[in-house]
C-alpha cells in the first residue's frame, strides 16, 4: 500500500508528464498551422488544433498579430506577409494568369450548388472570363485547346489540394484529353474552406469605383493594410508583428533590409523574440552580425528543403557551394567583403562540368545534352527562394546565409548492381 509520499510524488510525475503533453501538443499543431494554414477537418494534426485552440490563438495574436480561427468544419490562420516585395513568393508553377483562373474558379464555386462538376465548373467560368474588364486587359480564356484545359485541371488541382473540393468520381486528365461528354469529374464543394481562400484584410470588392488603386502594388498594400493604433505602444506592436512575420515565414531576415526604425528596434529584440518564438516552434535561432534566422533542422517546416534527396536538390546544392565558396574568398584582410557578381552561365558551366561525374546519378532527363541550362535555372530559381542569393536579369549576388553551406565528398554506396543510386543528403555535410 503507497504511502501519502508515494502518492504525492505519483501524482507530480503525472502532472509533469500532462504539462510536458500539452507542450508538445501544442508545438506540433503550432507548425502544422504554419504549414498548412488553410487546414480542413482531415488533416492529421487537426483535432491537436481544436484541443489548442485558446493557446493557439491567444500565441498567434501576441506574436503576430495574424487571425486564426478554428472551427468543426477546419482551422484558417490567416498568414498575411511581411514583405510584399517579394516575388519568390506564391503557389508552385503559378504565374499571374493562372492566378486570374484560380480567383474566377473560386468566384464560380461561391455560386454554385453542393456539387459541381469540372465541365460545369469550365463553362461557368467561361462567362466570367469574358466580362469586359478582364478582355479590355487582354485576357482571354475559351476551354478550347489542350493547354487551357490543362490549366483548368492545375486549378481544380489546387483547390483539390486545400480541401476547397474534394472529388466524389472522374478523372481531371480525362478532361484535358478532351475526350467527350463522359470525361469529366465530381467534386463536393467544401464552402468554409472556400470562404477562407483570401487571407486579406478587405475584399477587393469592397472598393468604391472610383478608389480602386492604380497598380498592383497598391492594390496589394491596400488589401492588407492594417489597422494600427496611433500610440507609441501600438506602433511597437505592429513592428514586433511584422519582425515576428518575417521571422517565421522566411529563410534569414537580413539587417539591411529593414528601415532604421526596424532595424533599431531588431537590435536591441532579437535575441528575447527569436527566444520566445524557438521556445514555441522548436526552431533553433541562428544570430550573426548580417540578422537573424530561425532554422528548423528537421526540415519539415519549410517549403524547400536544403540538402534534399534528388537530383533538382543536388544540384542547387553544387551551385550553393560554389557561389559559397568564392563568397568566402572575397573578405579581405580587414573582414570586409568585396562585391562580386556571376552569372547564369557560370552555374551552367559549373552543372556541364559535374554532370561528368555526378550525371550517372541524376535522372535521365538530367543527363541529356543541354540539360544544365534547365537545371541551372532550377537551382538559382531554388536558392532565390531560400533567399540565399538575389537574381537581378542575369546577374547573381550571393547573400551572407549561403556560407553556411559547404559540400564534402560524395560518399558512393553501391547497394545494388545495375541500379543508379540517388543524391541524399547523408551524402554531403553542410
Given at each position: 500500500?503507497?504511502?501519502?509520499?508515494?502518492?504525492?510524488?505519483?501524482?507530480?510525475?503525472?502532472?509533469?508528464?500532462?504539462?510536458?503533453?500539452?507542450?508538445?501538443?501544442?508545438?506540433?499543431?503550432?507548425?502544422?498551422?504554419?504549414?498548412?494554414?488553410?487546414?480542413?477537418?482531415?488533416?492529421?494534426?487537426?483535432?491537436?488544433?481544436?484541443?489548442?485552440?485558446?493557446?493557439?490563438?491567444?500565441?498567434?495574436?501576441?506574436?503576430?498579430?495574424?487571425?486564426?480561427?478554428?472551427?468543426?468544419?477546419?482551422?484558417?490562420?490567416?498568414?498575411?506577409?511581411?514583405?510584399?516585395?517579394?516575388?519568390?513568393?506564391?503557389?508552385?508553377?503559378?504565374?499571374?494568369?493562372?492566378?486570374?483562373?484560380?480567383?474566377?474558379?473560386?468566384?464560380?464555386?461561391?455560386?454554385?450548388?453542393?456539387?459541381?462538376?469540372l465541365r460545369i465548373l469550365g463553362e461557368?467560368?467561361?462567362?466570367?472570363?469574358?466580362?469586359?474588364?478582364?478582355?479590355?486587359?487582354?485576357?482571354?480564356?475559351?476551354?478550347?485547346?489542350?493547354?487551357?484545359?490543362?490549366?483548368?485541371?492545375?486549378?481544380?488541382?489546387?483547390?483539390?489540394?486545400?480541401?476547397?473540393?474534394?472529388?466524389?468520381?472522374?478523372?481531371?486528365?480525362?478532361?484535358?484529353?478532351?475526350?467527350?461528354?463522359?470525361?469529366?469529374?465530381?467534386?463536393?464543394?467544401?464552402?468554409?474552406?472556400?470562404?477562407?481562400?483570401?487571407?486579406?484584410?478587405?475584399?477587393?470588392?469592397?472598393?468604391?469605383?472610383?478608389?480602386?488603386?492604380?497598380?498592383?502594388?497598391?492594390?496589394?498594400?491596400?488589401?492588407?493594410?492594417?489597422?494600427?493604433?496611433?500610440?507609441?505602444?501600438?506602433?511597437?506592436?505592429?513592428?514586433?508583428?511584422?519582425?515576428?512575420?518575417?521571422?517565421?515565414?522566411?529563410?534569414?531576415?537580413?539587417?539591411?533590409?529593414?528601415?532604421?526604425?526596424?532595424?533599431?528596434?531588431?537590435?536591441?529584440?532579437?535575441?528575447?523574440?527569436?527566444?520566445?518564438?524557438?521556445?514555441?516552434?522548436?526552431?533553433?535561432?541562428?544570430?550573426?552580425?548580417?540578422?537573424?534566422?530561425?532554422?528548423?533542422?528537421?526540415?519539415?517546416?519549410?517549403?524547400?528543403?536544403?540538402?534534399?534527396?534528388?537530383?533538382?536538390?543536388?544540384?542547387?546544392?553544387?551551385?550553393?557551394?560554389?557561389?559559397?565558396?568564392?563568397?568566402r574568398q572575397q573578405t579581405d584582410t580587414?573582414?570586409?567583403?568585396?562585391?562580386?557578381?556571376?552569372?547564369?552561365?557560370?552555374?551552367?558551366?559549373?552543372?556541364?562540368?559535374?554532370?561528368?561525374?555526378?550525371?550517372?546519378?541524376?535522372?535521365?532527363?538530367?543527363?541529356?545534352?543541354?540539360?544544365?541550362?534547365?537545371?541551372?535555372?532550377?537551382?538559382?530559381?531554388?536558392?532565390?527562394?531560400?533567399?540565399?542569393?538575389?537574381?537581378?536579369?542575369?546577374?547573381?549576388?550571393?547573400?551572407?546565409?549561403?556560407?553556411?553551406?559547404?559540400?564534402?565528398?560524395?560518399?558512393?554506396?553501391?547497394?545494388?548492381?545495375?541500379?543508379?543510386?540517388?543524391?541524399?543528403?547523408?551524402?554531403?555535410?553542410?
Open positions: 500500500m503507497k504511502t501519502g509520499r508515494q502518492r504525492s510524488r505519483d501524482s507530480r510525475s503525472i502532472g509533469q508528464q500532462q504539462r510536458q503533453f500539452q507542450r508538445e501538443e501544442f508545438r506540433s499543431a503550432l507548425r502544422a498551422l504554419l504549414m498548412t494554414p488553410l487546414m480542413s477537418p482531415m488533416h492529421e494534426d487537426f483535432i491537436a488544433v481544436r484541443r489548442q485552440a485558446n493557446a493557439l490563438q491567444e500565441w498567434f495574436t501576441r506574436e503576430t498579430g495574424w487571425p486564426l480561427q478554428i472551427g468543426r468544419e477546419g482551422a484558417r490562420l490567416y498568414k498575411r506577409p511581411a514583405d510584399l516585395n517579394n516575388s519568390t513568393r506564391g503557389l508552385p508553377d503559378y504565374d499571374r494568369r493562372k492566378y486570374v483562373l484560380l480567383c474566377l474558379a473560386c468566384a464560380v464555386l461561391e455560386r454554385a450548388d453542393p456539387q459541381v462538376t461557368r467560368l467561361l462567362d466570367f472570363a469574358a466580362e469586359p474588364g478582364l478582355t479590355s486587359l487582354g485576357f482571354t480564356f475559351t476551354l478550347g485547346s489542350h493547354h487551357e484545359r490543362r490549366e483548368l485541371v492545375a486549378v481544380c488541382r489546387t483547390l483539390l489540394s486545400l480541401g476547397v473540393l474534394q472529388r466524389v468520381a472522374g478523372d481531371e486528365d480525362a478532361f484535358v484529353q478532351g475526350g467527350g461528354d463522359q470525361a469529366d469529374a465530381l467534386y463536393d464543394v467544401h464552402r468554409p474552406a472556400l470562404a477562407g481562400m483570401l487571407a486579406a484584410v478587405r475584399g477587393p470588392s469592397t472598393w468604391p469605383a472610383e478608389e480602386v488603386p492604380d497598380t498592383l502594388d497598391l492594390r496589394l498594400h491596400t488589401l492588407l493594410d492594417e489597422h494600427v493604433a496611433d500610440s507609441d505602444e501600438g506602433q511597437r506592436t505592429a513592428l514586433r508583428h511584422r519582425i515576428a512575420r518575417r521571422l517565421l515565414d522566411d529563410p534569414a531576415v537580413y539587417l539591411e533590409d529593414l528601415n532604421p526604425e526596424a532595424r533599431s528596434y531588431f537590435i536591441n529584440q532579437r535575441g528575447a523574440m527569436a527566444a520566445r518564438l524557438c521556445d514555441a516552434t522548436g526552431l533553433v535561432a541562428e544570430q550573426r552580425a548580417e540578422g537573424l534566422a530561425l532554422v528548423d533542422e528537421a526540415g519539415t517546416l519549410t517549403d524547400i528543403a536544403m540538402p534534399a534527396e534528388g537530383t533538382d536538390a543536388h544540384v542547387t546544392l553544387l551551385a550553393a557551394e560554389y557561389l559559397a565558396t568564392d563568397y580587414a573582414g570586409r567583403r568585396e562585391p562580386f557578381v556571376k552569372r547564369e552561365h557560370d552555374i551552367v558551366d559549373l552543372l556541364r562540368d559535374a554532370k561528368s561525374r555526378y550525371g550517372r546519378y541524376w535522372r535521365k532527363s538530367a543527363r541529356e545534352p543541354g540539360a544544365e541550362r534547365e537545371l541551372a535555372k532550377l537551382a538559382i530559381g531554388r536558392l532565390e527562394k531560400l533567399q540565399l542569393i538575389v537574381r537581378s536579369a542575369d546577374s547573381i549576388l550571393p547573400l551572407p546565409a549561403l556560407a553556411r553551406f559547404a559540400l564534402g565528398e560524395a560518399e558512393i554506396r553501391q547497394e545494388a548492381p545495375d541500379m543508379p543510386i540517388p543524391a541524399s543528403d547523408s551524402l554531403f555535410s553542410r
